[in-house]
C-alpha cells in the first residue's frame, strides 16, 4: 500500500470536493500533463517500441501508469518494465492509439481514475491549441490587472525555461482597433523558442479559466524603444523565485464553451 501523499492526490481530492467546479478538475489536468509518469509495458522496449500493458472493459483499452515507482511496484508486485514520461509526452501516445489512461488503479489512493479515450482526445486537443497570431498595432501601454493566480502559474510553467528567458513583463495594452488586452513581453528570446513559449502562455490561460481579458504574448529585442515603457509600468516576471502575494481567491465568471468543459473524473 502506497502511503505518501503526491500532489495528484491532493489535487484530485480537491476537485472531488467541488461538485461541478471545472477549475478544480482543470488544475488536475493541469498537474497531470506536468508530472512525471510511469507506463506500465507488456515487455522491455525492443526496437524503439514500447508496448503498453492494457486492461479491456466493454467501453475502452486503457494503458496503466502510476505517479511514483513504487506505486507501480505496489500494482505489478514486482520489478516491471516501464518508460518514465511526463503526461504530456504519454497523452499523444495514447490519442494516436485511441486508448484511454488508468492513473493509479487498485491502489486505494485518491487519484485513482480512468480517462476514457475520449477524454485522452479532449485533454490533447487542449494541449495541441495554438495562439492566433495578431498583425494590429499596439498604441499604449498602461499598468496590469492580471490576476495573481495567473502569474503564479505563469511562473510555475515557465520556470523549467528560465535560462532561456532573461526578462519578462506583463502589462496592459490598447490596439489601433481599440482592442484591449493583457500583454506578457518576453526580451531576447531566441526565436527558436518563440512558439514553444506562446504555447506554454496560451496552456496557462487555458488550465487556470481566465476569461477576463485577453493575454497575448509578443517578443521584444533588448533595444526596443517600447521596452522602456513597459518597464516603468509592468510587472516583472521572475522565474527564478517563487511570487509572494496576500490575495483574495480568484473567482472569475465564465461561460465555458462546451468543448472545453473538463470531462468529469471518475
Given amino acids: 500500500m502506497t502511503e505518501n501523499i503526491t500532489k495528484l492526490d491532493e489535487l484530485k481530492e480537491l476537485a472531488d470536493g ?43 483499452k486503457y494503458a496503466l501508469v502510476f505517479d511514483t515507482i513504487s506505486r ?3 500494482f505489478t508486485g514486482n520489478s516491471s518494465p516501464y518508460l518514465a514520461l511526463t503526461g504530456r509526452m504519454v497523452l499523444p501516445m495514447l490519442k494516436e492509439q485511441k486508448l484511454g489512461l488508468g492513473l493509479n488503479l487498485s491502489l486505494a489512493v485518491s487519484s485513482e481514475i480512468l480517462l476514457s479515450s475520449n477524454d485522452v482526445d479532449w485533454l490533447q486537443n487542449i494541449v ?13 501601454f498602461s499598468k496590469p490587472s492580471i490576476p495573481f493566480v495567473v502569474r ?5 510553467k515557465l520556470s523549467y525555461l528560465s535560462k532561456f528567458v532573461p526578462e519578462a513583463w ?21 526565436q527558436k523558442m518563440h512558439a514553444v513559449i506562446a504555447k506554454a502562455v496560451n496552456e496557462v490561460v487555458n488550465f487556470t479559466l481566465y476569461d477576463e481579458k485577453p493575454i ?32 483574495a481567491s480568484f473567482e472569475p465568471a465564465i461561460d465555458l464553451k462546451e468543448n472545453l468543459k473538463p470531462p468529469r473524473l471518475k
Avoid: H
Wanted: some cysteine.
Fill in 18 to 60: 467541488t461538485d461541478n467546479d471545472d477549475k478544480s478538475r482543470f488544475l488536475f489536468y493541469e498537474a497531470l500533463l506536468d508530472t512525471e509518469l510511469y507506463l506500465l509495458l507488456e515487455k522491455e522496449i525492443e526496437g524503439g517500441i514500447a508496448c503498453p500493458n492494457l486492461i479491456e472493459t466493454p467501453e475502452d
Fill in 72 to 74: 507501480l511496484v505496489d
Fill in 128 to 140: 495541441e491549441q495554438s495562439p492566433k497570431r495578431l498583425s494590429d498595432k499596439i498604441t499604449k
Fill in 152 to 156: 503564479n502559474s505563469l511562473n510555475n
Fill in 170 to 190: 506583463i502589462a496592459e495594452v490598447i490596439y489601433k482597433s481599440g482592442y484591449k488586452s493583457q500583454l506578457i513581453v518576453f526580451v531576447d528570446i531566441n
Fill in 216 to 247: 497575448d504574448v509578443i517578443f521584444m529585442n533588448v533595444d526596443s524603444p517600447n521596452l522602456k515603457k513597459i518597464r516603468k509600468i509592468g510587472i516583472s516576471l521572475n522565474f527564478e523565485k517563487d511570487l509572494e502575494e496576500k490575495s
